[in-house]
């Protein structure tokens, strides 16, 4: 049973930064890839981040480019989010995703999402 525990969120004011984790478990982790999505209050859940199964390749979102950046260890099974200069737009449960890959993931096909954890941005 493959388990993606998300932690990290909290509150913080506009510009300032925090890292999410997500730890997964249940298979085999270096053989997929991974992913950060987002959901703000009545808006749909939207694609942030995904990086390959080595690390080698990443996509962004428009939206965060330049302000967040994935990373993964692969010793370790997690992947994390290091998100700085934060926006009160940047406000959303953030979703840890797993998937085959990137190009996938971009396109909202996760094959196993974690619970989310909230991130809360003031002005």
């Known amino acids: 049973q493959v388990q993606l525990l998300e932690s990290g969120g909290g509150l913080v004011q506009s510009g300032g930064s925090l890292r999410l984790s997500c730890e997964a478990s249940?298979?085999?982790?270096?053989?997929?890839?991974m992913g950060w999505f987002r959901q703000a209050p009545g808006k749909d859940r939207e694609f942030v981040v995904a990086i390959s199964r080595s690390g080698g390749v990443t996509s962004y979102a428009d939206s965060v480019k330049g302000r967040f950046t994935i990373s993964r260890d692969n010793t370790k099974d997690t992947v994390y989010l290091q998100m700085d200069n934060l926006k009160p737009e940047d406000t959303a449960v953030y979703y840890c995703a797993q998937g085959t890959t990137t190009t996938n993931l971009r396109a909202g096909r996760s094959d196993y999402w974690g619970q989310g954890t909230q991130v809360t941005v003031s002005s």
């Open positions: 249940g298979r085999t982790f270096s053989v997929y890839a």
